[in-house]
């Protein structure tokens, strides 16, 4: 039997999800309206935020990402196009957040996440019913590597702290923080 893993599917274009609940819509959308504040006082009045839709329906960019894991004592990296996936020190990351492009032109860019629980990597992706094995870490390097071929970025999620390694650990164990499963964003 495979271990709980905590899985929600997508809401609205809410989804990066990776382990439990820390941020609210409100939440996200008061980072990206404080983006969107920074960008106006250096380039000067804008009708819009690019950091986030413009229907409220989430769809935020990587610098909302960023910023939240940061107030969660994490860091999010870019993978570049040129580096080896199967160089990645996967003892090192908390988990992957990879963003890939859509499919038909009315869709929006996907982001999921990947991680590992039990020495197994999982594909946490919200748009599926329920969580993917991907396998080994051999198998997480042929995943990644199609991922990039078919035109997606791949974003390293590191802990600055072992605070966050900490509810990690339970979150594999247990599949939940706190009595109740929960998602990262």
């Not at 960008?39 to 804008?46: D, E, K, V």
């Not at 999010?76 to 990351?93: G, M, Q, T």
């Not at 890939?100 to 594909?123: D, S």
Request: proline share 5%; aromatic share 8%; hydrophobic share 40%.
């Amino acid at each position: 039997m495979p271990p709980p893993i905590y899985h929600e599917t997508q809401n609205r274009w809410l989804c990066a999800k990776l382990q439990r609940s820390v941020f609210s819509p409100n939440d996200l959308d008061s980072i990206a309206n404080e983006l969107a504040a920074r960008t106006r006082s250096i380039q000067g009045f804008s009708w819009s935020n690019p950091h986030k839709s413009r229907w409220g329906l989430g769809n935020y960019d990587v610098n909302v990402l960023t910023l939240a894991l940061e107030t969660q004592g994490c860091t999010l990296s870019w993978l570049p196009a040129n580096a080896d996936v199967r160089d990645l020190e996967l003892l090192k990351i908390v988990g992957l957040i990879l963003n890939v492009q859509p499919r038909h032109f009315w869709n929006t860019a996907h982001w999921f996440a990947v991680r590992a629980i039990n020495g197994q990597y999982y594909n946490l992706d919200s748009k599926l019913s329920q969580p993917v094995v991907v396998g080994s870490a051999s198998e997480l390097g042929d995943f990644l590597e199609q991922t990039r071929a078919e035109g997606g970025h791949i974003f390293v999620v590191k802990s600055l702290s072992t605070g966050v390694l900490k509810i990690n650990k339970e979150v594999e164990r247990e599949g939940k923080v706190g009595g109740a499963p929960r998602e990262l964003i």
